[in-house]
């Protein structure tokens, strides 16, 4: 449509332009309707990335920091950047928290077993429980990387040579997902098409703007003269085109009544629309997507390298006390069994909340219920080292994510080291609420055997393609005890509003102290905002202390309000 095109039927166009755009997500679900909306300009953009804030000069100020996760580090690293004299006490004996790669040599502790890691060792034989992928536009965290020197590489996060495998539809018959793709749009265009010709659309989109958006439908949909949807190259082929006269059979298209009742498009588990199919067009991910080389923890590690001995490992936090001054910490030695005190005027306290409320401290009411507004994802992975990279070889799989109705629910190909002979494979990750409680119940070895039970379904022959099995629940990792924060509308309005305020002098961050919940780079965006406050806090209190004196005003008066 022309841009400097008039309309003159006023609130009709916005009327017209509900109807299509409601039109467009009956037909292509959710995103489509998202992806609409931003090309016509309905959407805001946000704000490029800013780096972190200038605040006032710490001069010495102690800052207390309880939890080395993200927030916790960049929150230090920002702050010592600035003269404050930060201290970090974390209850691992590693810094990252759910920033972690396992390798060959590494343990799994959760609260009731331990597994070794076996995998042979090298620089991409690794895992990673947590997060896994960096978008684009997270340019908080990735700015970090640049910073830090941790070196990033294209990960392919949605890959249309993956498979699609429901046990409901199509026989259980896997799908390569290029086919589902394909055959969805061909048959969402031929609707579209045929109701642009029945005349289903308002007036102020002329005639003009329907022959053009008929033409747009034909090409996005592979439709024929007769705006029929017959089946496309695109959606793979029987045969391939070759040499000579092998110009190639593609596929028939697959069977609409299935592609509707199958999960491809929708998650019925957790009862949302974007499945599959539309994974790729969601905000937080992108068809290739960045990794740290050698695994997520290489930022974390890089963290820690840079903050040294700001950080104190083993330091398990017992209680947190509000002082006239500050802060009170009690902290024991994971390793001796002593009992420290820590003491500050600010404290950041990035604790994930399941733990939060188990340690004894002196919240005021209003903070202590918040701490239970809100529910934790009890996500949970499983890995396999594979002694040859049959993805490759046998299915012609490079990076991307295999997706079934079963209980793992995704497979995971590294796209790292591609051709290498051996690969670590991700044999499950999990969220939905049902089958991550069954998921924690089991042993770690019953979790691998049904995996791989689950993982013949795509991968026939699986059994004897992958071994040396390793799972991560974490609703059993202990100073995590969940996956990422999930806040459900009342808790925004509510519990999320009261922490944000914070607690005296105490302040929260991490992932679930912002919009971009389950990401790391929610828990910089966070970091930065505590920054923020204690520089007010810190400038507010240098402006009072300089005010001059009244005439009531004695020297040596205590101005605490």
Known sequence: MSADRQVTKGSTDNFSRRRFIRLVGRAGGAAAAYHTMAAMGLLPVPGAYAGAPAIA????????????????????????????????????????GRNWSLRGGDKVEETDSTQSVTWDEGTNMYFNPGPARLPNHHQGILSYCRELGVPVEVMINDNRSAYFQDDNVYGGKRLRARQVVNDSRGFVAELAAKAINRETLDDPISTEDKEALRALLKQFGALDKDLV??????????????????????????DLRQLLISDFWRDKRDGVVAGPMLFGEMWHHQATMMQPIGGMGRIGEAFARRLGSVITCNAEVQQIRKTGEGVRVVWRDRVTGAESIAEAPHLICTIPLPVL???????????????????????????????????????????????????????WYPSADLHHQKGILVGAYVWSADICKAFAAKSP????????????????????????????????????????????????KGAYRTLLKGDGP???????????????????????????????????????SSAPRTELELPGMNRRN
Request: aromatic share 10%; charged share 25%; glycine share 14%.
């Open 357 to 411: 409320r188990k340690i004894d401290a002196d919240f005021s009411p209003d903070v202590a219920k918040a701490l239970y507004g809100v529910d934790y994802v009890q996500a949970g992975k499983i890995a396999f080292q594979a002694e040859r990279r049959f993805w490759e070889l046998d299915d012609n799989i490079y990076g991307g994510i295999s997706w079934t109705s079963r209980d793992i629910t995704q497979m």
């Open 506 to 544: 105490i302040l929260f961050a991490g992932e679930h102290m912002s919009y971009v919940t389950g990401w790391q780079e929610g828990a910089v965006r966070s970091a930065h905002l505590v920054m923020e406050e204690i520089g007010r806090r810190v400038q507010e209190k240098r402006a009072t």
């Open 445 to 492: 070895a019953q979790r691998i055997a049904d995996a791989i039970v689950d993982g013949e379904y795509i991968h026939p022959g699986y059994a004897k393609l992958v071994g040396q099995g390793v799972s991560v629940s974490w609703a059993k990792i202990p100073f995590s005890m969940g996956g990422w924060a999930e806040w459900k509308p009342d808790g925004r």
């Open 229 to 254: 949807y017959r089946g496309s190259g695109r959606a793979g082929y029987t045969v391939p085109p070759g040499a000579g006269d092998q110009s190639g059979k593609p596929n028939e298209p697959i």
């Open 57 to 96: 000069p710490g001069d010495g100020t102690k800052v207390l920091i309880l939890g080395a996760g993200i927030a916790g580090m960049v929150a230090a690293y920002e702050l010592g950047k600035l003269g404050y004299q930060c201290r970090i006490l974390e209850a691992r004996g590693r810094a990252g």
